[in-house]
């Protein structure tokens, strides 16, 4: 597996926007709340573009020189991403891992730094629950009843800026997942489908670096949600011989238990939220190590009945 | 762990629905949507209209009034409570026609509007005609 360490990539300013749920939800002080689903736009998918485009107008004025932008959204051909860098003259690279995308992001931006190959980028993300719903499942309005163990698609866009500039958070390494299938093929139970790959990559990234799970203060993970935590630390103790203590989901503590969205939310942008705006915040860790998960499933698949793989890229925060 | 293993592992983390539960309240909210057209239909012979078009006067009002609900946004909350017991009669099929039609509107009126407004109902239609054809078929062979 490819695990790799940095020496000089740091990551410096933040900045998200999120849609009213996720501002009521347990996370307080985003940076920027929209109003409507529409943001003042015709389409949904206009939405999530402008949610993007506010992220990187923000990111440009912290710093201007920036080499390349690398991110990425759920959906199809990343267009959203893809549009909306068409407004800025600045290179461009679209990455594509689901729901695991803003790790992908980093570690690109992160290599090409330490290879001293590019000074600064922004990785970025974002996800809008109509856009994905629209895509992945029904029509908007349309009233399917949804099963517990199934996510909410959280809605917003967070980026950062990747860069070689000394700030107080360091990128110290990272593991790239392999794709791992378990046979799972229910597109809604999403946390069982992510799960094998966040345990498989989270012991090869403590194997390649020869740490033990009590070298970190902290293992966030992305969008498991709450049954796909307890999965997770059950296959790491029975698989992997790795007993996790502490642990938070991002998924999992987004929203709030009487929102009542089901196991939690998802999306690619549900981690950086939580990452940016409570743990980086909070202070109180200062070894994080992030595994963004995602499935990789299609919806020509999900109807072909194939079982759906899933991916897990790591990336290890050190608070200075 | 294998996949069979894991298959078993997770069923231990998945939560159950509350089958009874929805079903009995399927049941319940099907019954009212049952009993709001039987008034209707009453209301309809009152008024001297005859039994054919008493009922495809109360099936318009009931698409007319669940096609409403889907435009402005209250259906899709209403299933949420009362669950398939207004998907399953016709008032779910206006719903999924309506809300699919909503939904391509953006995409253009050949694109959008009419290449998808059927994207759910479509296969109520094509396997409701199917299973009539064939019934048709055994009644005729049948019964003369």
Not at chain 1, 283 to 302: C, N, P
Not at chain 2, 133 to 143: E, S
């Amino acid at each position: 597996m490819a695990s790799m360490k940095f020496n000089k990539v740091y990551l410096d300013s933040s900045y998200s926007v999120v849609s009213k749920l996720e501002a009521n939800g347990n996370i307080k002080n985003y940076d920027y709340v929209i109003d409507d689903y529409y943001f003042g736009l015709k389409t949904f998918e206009g939405a999530e573009i402008k949610m993007q485009r506010i992220v990187i107008d923000y990111l440009l004025t912290k710093n201007k020189n920036m080499d390349l932008i690398v991110g990425g959204d759920l959906s199809n051909q990343l267009a959203i991403t893809s549009y909306m860098a068409s407004k800025y003259d600045i290179s461009y690279l679209g990455s594509y891992s689901a729901c695991a995308t803003f790790n992908s992001s980093i570690i690109t931006l992160a290599s090409l730094i330490e290879a001293n190959k590019i000074k600064n980028g922004i990785a970025i993300t974002s996800s809008h629950n109509k856009v994905a719903e629209r895509q992945f499942r029904y029509p908007i309005e349309y009233g399917a009843p949804k099963a517990k163990r199934s996510t909410y698609t959280a809605t917003g866009s967070c980026g950062v800026i990747v860069t070689k500039n000394n700030t107080n958070i360091k990128i110290e390494s990272a593991t790239i997942g392999k794709s791992i299938e378990m046979g799972i093929k229910d597109s809604m139970h999403m946390g069982a489908v992510m799960a094998p790959a966040a345990a498989n990559t989270l012991s090869e990234h403590l194997n390649d670096l020869k740490r033990d799970i009590s070298y970190y203060d902290l293992v966030l993970t992305g969008d498991l949600g709450i049954y796909g935590s307890k999965i997770l630390k059950e296959l790491l103790s029975k698989d992997y011989n790795i007993k996790l203590k502490n642990h938070i989901d991002a998924g999992s503590i987004l929203y709030k238990k009487e929102q009542e969205l089901y196991a939690g939310s998802s999306g690619p942008v549900s981690l950086p939220l939580v990452l940016f705006n409570k743990i980086l915040k909070e202070k109180k860790y200062k070894k994080i190590l992030v595994l963004a998960t995602g499935s990789l499933h299609s919806q020509m698949f999900v109807n072909q009945h194939k079982p759906i793989p899933a991916i897990c890229h790591a990336i290890s925060l050190e608070v200075l | 762990m294998n996949k069979a293993d894991y298959k078993k592992m997770i069923k231990k983390y998945t939560p159950k629905e509350d089958v009874l539960k929805n079903a009995l309240m399927a049941f319940v909210s099907g019954g009212v949507v049952g009993v709001i057209s039987t008034i209707i239909y009453v209301i309809f012979l009152r008024f001297e209209f005859d039994v054919t078009s008493a009922t495809s006067y109360t099936l318009v009002i009931l698409i007319l009034l669940s096609s409403l609900l889907t435009g402005i946004g209250c259906f899709d909350k209403l299933v949420e409570k009362f669950k398939c017991g207004i998907i399953i009669p016709i008032t779910g099929f206006a719903h999924s026609i309506t809300s699919s039609a909503i939904d391509s509107k953006k995409d253009g009126m050949i694109t959008g509007i009419g290449a998808s407004t059927f994207k759910l109902a479509g296969s109520v239609l094509l396997y409701g005609i199917v299973s009539a054809f064939i019934l048709a078929i055994i009644k005729v062979v049948f019964y003369g």
